[in-house]
């Protein structure tokens, strides 16, 4: 598992987007934002065991990051994937970093929450489509 920083040259070098850190009050927390619309694709965050619903005392390492297989990858995923922290839990996951999950499948899937939350082409609602008076060649 990368450390936060090996992390973060990873989003770089990948992405091209450094760490925000929005919040004065929680240094701790980095937001990782797309360039062109500043959504999130995923935030490094360090929570207390407790409030994931673990046990023991002290603090965790966590990322969050977007998933279209939420489901699948609580119900037969790795034990450092949990419901999303502070994030809709039906869209996003948790993944502890100090859990020895693999590097490999961290990296999938923050490529996988920056592809879904990338900005998408506008659809162009159907009366500005031009119509067309001839009827199309066979």
Known sequence: MPTRDELFAY??????????????????????????????YGIVMSVPLSKLGLPGKGNVEIINVKSAQVLDMLLYGDPGILPAYHMNKKHWITILLESGFAEKELRDLLMESYRLTQRRKKRVPSEQLSSRSEPLEK
């Open 11 to 40: 989003v770089k070098a990948t992405f091209g987007t450094e760490p925000d850190y929005p919040w004065p009050q929680e240094p701790e927390y980095a937001v990782l934002r797309h360039a062109d619309n500043g959504k999130w």
